[in-house]
Each structure stands twice: as structure tokens, then as C-alpha cells.
């Protein structure tokens, strides 16, 4: 599997990386690309989404090791799996941080965009 941080996604650490209370984001991201190099989809599967055939979308719980409050208040990490080939980074944002959860609308934006790039 590869594994592939969009610019969003990349974007999106540098916002975080900028508080103290997120300076360990990179160690816990490495848990969950960890798990995906080695085959295994983890989190939940997000149903609902106008995604092209052979893919699929997750969210995964990832607790912040810099507050130690546990997966319920750390962080979603949403990532895109074209079926065993690519697995793209999409966005990762705080539980905490209401003004950056995506929509499933924007979700779907921002996987046509990423889909496009690489055309």
C-alpha cells in the first residue's frame, strides 16, 4: 500500500503543529500509517459518500498524546482508500475544534479534488 498526506492533509498539520497542546501530532498519526502500510483499515467506514466504485473513505479515532484525554476528545483522521492500490491522507482535524469538522459534502469535495490532481 502506498500512502499518500494530500496537501490538505499536510495543511491541515501545519494548523495544528502551531499549538503547543497538538506537538506530538506526527507520533500519533504514525500509529494509524503504521496500521494502513500493513493492510489494515482501521476506524469506521463512512457510508453515505458519492464515491467512485472500488473505494472507500474511513474515520479514525486517534487519541492526542499531548493532552492525554483519550481517542473520545483527540483526533479524526479521515483517509481515502482507492482498493488496494492507494491509500490518500484526506484531512485531520480536532474533536475539540468544531469550525474545522468537514461535512460529508465537503469530504466528498475535497476526495473529487484530490482525484483530479492525480489524473
Do not use: C, W
Request: glycine residues 6%; hydrophobic residues 35%.
Amino acid at each position: 500500500m502506498e500512502i499518500i498526506a494530500t496537501k490538505y492533509f499536510k495543511a491541515d498539520i501545519k494548523f495544528y503543529l502551531k499549538k503547543k497542546k497538538f506537538s506530538k501530532i506526527n507520533d500519533d498519526i504514525d500509529t494509524v500509517t503504521g496500521e494502513l502500510e500493513q493492510g489494515n483499515f482501521v476506524g469506521d467506514k463512512l457510508e453515505g459518500l458519492n464515491l467512485p466504485e472500488n473505494t472507500a473513505a474511513y474515520k479514525v479515532r486517534v487519541a492526542n498524546s499531548s493532552t492525554n484525554v483519550g481517542k473520545s476528545h483527540g483526533f479524526r483522521i479521515i483517509y481515502y482508500v482507492v482498493i488496494e492500490e492507494k491509500i490518500y491522507l484526506v484531512t485531520i482535524y480536532s474533536k475539540k475544534d468544531d469550525a474545522r469538522v468537514p461535512s460529508d459534502k465537503q469530504i466528498e469535495l475535497l476526495i473529487k479534488a484530490i482525484l483530479q490532481e492525480e489524473e
